[in-house]
Nanobody, 127 residues
Framework: VQLQASGGGLVQPGGSLRLSCTAS????????IGWFRQAPGKGREGVSC????????FYSTSVKGRFTVSRENAKDTVYLQMNSLKPEDTATYYC?????????????????????WGQGTQLTVSS
């Protein structure tokens, strides 16, 4: 099982960026995928999660309305479109495979429910 996050970089406040998470080694369309982030000196924070079919999405309150998660099962890839970026969005972003096809509401941001983690990609929002 492998997941690889990519697409990070340096963006000015108010800018946009799209992260990608490409998976391999398992039946991608059978699992929900989550995005987490970790800023220096802080714990890992759940950002978003998308169900296996893409029919249900979850967002943290800090990104809701600014970030959009999507997936292309034919490409084994999940995307995180990030708009109206703020300096507080600066962090290393990780994608992870959930332990099932869709999380029960209220559980999607629990890191212990994710089985496999990819290497992160760094996002820096700064002028």
């Amino acid at each position: 099982v492998q997941l690889q996050a990519s697409g990070g970089g340096l963006v000015q406040p108010g800018g946009s960026l799209r992260l990608s998470c490409t998976a391999s080694g398992f039946s991608f369309r059978g699992y929900a995928i989550g995005w987490f982030r970790q800023a220096p000196g802080k714990g890992r924070e759940g950002v978003s999660c998308i169900s296996s079919s893409g029919g249900r999405n979850f967002y943290s309150t800090s990104v809701k309305g600014r970030f959009t998660v999507s997936r292309e099962n034919a490409k084994d890839t999940v995307y995180l479109q990030m708009n109206s970026l703020k300096p507080e969005d600066t962090a290393t972003y990780y994608c992870a495979r959930f332990s099932g096809s869709h999380p029960i509401a209220g559980t999607w941001a629990n890191p212990s429910l994710y089985e496999s983690w990819g290497q992160g990609t760094q996002l820096t929002v700064s002028s």
